[in-house]
């Protein structure tokens, strides 16, 4: 069974969001589900902080053995970071999805956009289907 | 996942907790739970254990049995003394490759032919259209047989207690017949991997006992289980041909730079003609390799370029875990040499790669 954290928000394209000590900032990632299903990450390929997005526009791929995979905004925004250590161990992505292995830090211009999101048993039920 | 079928050893892959998928009509092991990577340089440190029971045995014997085979590959089986083994392939009139195989010697009127699961009931029609000229025997013993390969340097010192037969004088593409824990079959030193190592032919159902033997005897040395995605990316460093992607029934082997194993001079056999001519006045296209200048995957089928031109797509493609760097195959012109640039659009971007001598990877620890 993969972990899905309550308390995160979710994408139907197994992204997940997790709330900064930052008003508006949150940190991007893919989900343990998503992890498991690719396989072993070979590298990811992230946009630059200043980077904009629009809602579920493609921010960057993920590389894996078995196949690539587009990274989708879950919200619209502005990168403000990324998550330099994934350039020199993309394999975090597989080991601490939910942790060491985020992808991107977005300021969101619209936060109201979180609601609607997954929560974790939404999630669940989606991956399950 | 109904219609596929199951190797002797699918209970013990679930129990290991092997991520299934289909694989030439079989359900296999793509990894286990440590990975593809983790296998992948296991193999290459110390040892890995696959299941390639999937393969297919064909037994040929009868009086004609050397000339049957002789007839029917392109590399010549009478240059084997019972005891060795070679590569070899089977051509269409054409030049075109049926499959790719393993010729084992295993009597002076008896041979093995060890060939890919995808190919064993086209290779068997091909075979069979062939026999009617020859007093031979053919028998299908895929069945009958379960095939567990043991790659990594540390192999022979794993297999070594376990095994009837002294391993050391048994030379790279040799076999021994005896017993492995007790269970008798065919040692083998043959691989797919470039390291050192030994493929065990051995009854279908004593083939999970001595798996479970192995990985226990092995254990200490470091052996892991290891799926065929580790499988590829080992044989792809090494530049070993993939039927299906590498080979087809379109490419001839002196495309593939397997101009080795035809032999012009040995007689008869199917394909002469036409590789006779592939060799004497040259090829349109070469299979090389190539490695990516800048960070990507090169998956089969991406469109390779060259001077701004497409000229085909990506036959093999990885990333390599020995090297940390996108490797590949593609059929290109025969004037494209080592060090030219090509370069291969991944979504939209072309990447620049240089055209390189395989194998990728020098350093395994295969005898020569």
């Known amino acids: 069974m993969s972990e899905i954290p309550d308390g995160l928000k979710y994408t139907e394209e197994h992204e997940y969001v997790r709330e900064t000590d930052s008003e508006n900032e949150f940190l991007v990632g893919v989900t343990d589900y998503a992890q498991g299903e690719l396989g072993d990450v070979v590298f990811v390929e992230l946009p630059a902080a200043g980077d904009t997005f629009g809602r579920m526009d493609v921010f960057g791929t993920i590389e894996a053995v078995k196949a690539v995979s587009d990274l989708f905004s879950p919200l619209t925004g502005e990168i403000v970071a990324i998550n330099e250590a994934l350039g020199e161990d993309p394999a975090l992505v597989n080991s601490d999805p939910y942790g060491e292995g985020w992808m991107v830090r977005i300021r969101a211009t619209d936060p109201s956009e979180i609601d609607g999101l997954l929560s974790a048993a939404d999630y669940a039920e989606h991956v399950d289907a | 996942m109904s219609d596929l079928k199951r190797t002797p050893l699918y209970s013990e892959h679930v129990a290991l907790g092997a991520k299934l998928v289909p694989f030439a009509g079989y359900e296999m092991p793509v990894q286990y739970p440590s990975g593809i990577r983790a296998e992948h340089l296991a193999v290459r440190d110390s040892a890995g254990l696959f299941d390639v029971s999937h393969m297919g045995e064909f037994l040929v014997t009868g009086p004609d049995a050397l000339a049957f085979v002789s007839y029917a590959t392109t590399n010549d089986p009478a240059r084997l003394s019972e005891g060795q083994a070679q590569y070899s392939v089977?051509?269409?009139?054409?030049?075109?490759?049926?499959?790719?195989?393993?010729?084992?010697?295993?009597?002076?009127?008896?041979?093995?032919?060890?060939?890919?699961?995808?190919?064993?009931?086209?290779?068997?029609?091909?075979?069979?259209?062939?026999?009617?000229?020859?007093?031979?025997?053919?028998?299908?013993?895929?069945?009958?047989?379960?095939?567990?390969?043991?790659?990594?340097?540390?192999?022979?010192?794993?297999?070594?207690?376990?095994?009837?037969?002294?391993?050391?004088?048994?030379?790279?593409?040799?076999?021994?017949?005896?017993?492995?824990?007790?269970?008798?079959?065919?040692?083998?030193?043959?691989?797919?991997?470039?390291?050192?190592?030994?493929?065990?032919?051995?009854?279908?159902?004593?083939?999970?006992?001595?798996?479970?033997?192995?990985?226990?005897?092995?254990?200490?040395?470091?052996?892991?289980?290891?799926?065929?995605?580790?499988?590829?990316?080992?044989?792809?460093?090494?530049?070993?041909?993939?039927?299906?992607?590498?080979?087809?029934?379109?490419?001839?082997?002196?495309?593939?730079?397997?101009?080795?194993?035809?032999?012009?001079?040995?007689?008869?056999?199917?394909?002469?003609?036409?590789?006779?001519?592939?060799?004497?006045?040259?090829?349109?296209?070469?299979?090389?390799?190539?490695?990516?200048?800048?960070?990507?995957?090169?998956?089969?089928?991406?469109?390779?370029?060259?001077?701004?031109?497409?000229?085909?797509?990506?036959?093999?493609?990885?990333?390599?875990?020995?090297?940390?760097?996108?490797?590949?195959?593609?059929?290109?012109?025969?004037?494209?040499?080592?060090?030219?640039?090509?370069?291969?659009?991944?979504?939209?971007?072309e990447l620049s790669a240089t055209v390189e001598r395989m194998p990728f990877y020098p350093d395994g620890s295969v005898r020569k």
């Not at chain 2, 297999?159 to 008798?184: C, K, N, R």
């Not at chain 2, 065919?186 to 030994?198: A, L």
């Not at chain 2, 998956?299 to 760097?325: N, Q």
């Open chain 2, 90 to 349: 089977f051509c269409h009139e054409n030049g075109g490759v049926v499959d790719d195989l393993i010729v084992y010697r295993l009597g002076d009127q008896r041979f093995r032919l060890v060939v890919n699961a995808a190919n064993l009931a086209k290779d068997w029609a091909h075979l069979e259209g062939l026999a009617s000229r020859f007093d031979v025997q053919l028998k299908d013993e895929s069945d009958e047989i379960g095939l567990i390969a043991l790659q990594g340097p540390r192999a022979q010192e794993i297999l070594a207690p376990l095994s009837s037969e002294p391993l050391d004088p048994i030379g790279f593409y040799e076999f021994a017949v005896g017993t492995v824990g007790g269970v008798p079959g065919v040692i083998s030193r043959t691989g797919y991997t470039g390291e050192d190592g030994f493929e065990l032919y051995v009854p279908s159902d004593r083939t999970s006992a001595l798996w479970r033997e192995l990985l226990a005897a092995g254990a200490p040395a470091g052996l892991v289980p290891a799926g065929l995605g580790a499988r590829d990316s080992l044989r792809l460093e090494m530049g070993y041909a993939l039927y299906g992607n590498d080979l087809d029934d379109q490419t001839s082997p002196i495309e593939a730079g397997l101009s080795w194993l035809v032999k012009l001079d040995k007689g008869e056999f199917v394909g002469r003609e036409a590789l006779q001519r592939q060799k004497d006045s040259g090829v349109t296209r070469r299979l090389r390799g190539f490695r990516l200048a800048e960070r990507g995957f090169p998956r089969p089928g991406y469109e390779v370029v060259l001077d701004g031109e497409v000229v085909g797509p990506v036959r093999s493609g990885t990333v390599s875990p020995s090297l940390d760097a996108g490797i590949g195959t593609a059929y290109l012109p025969p004037e494209v040499g080592f060090g030219d640039e090509i370069a291969i659009r991944i979504r939209g971007r």
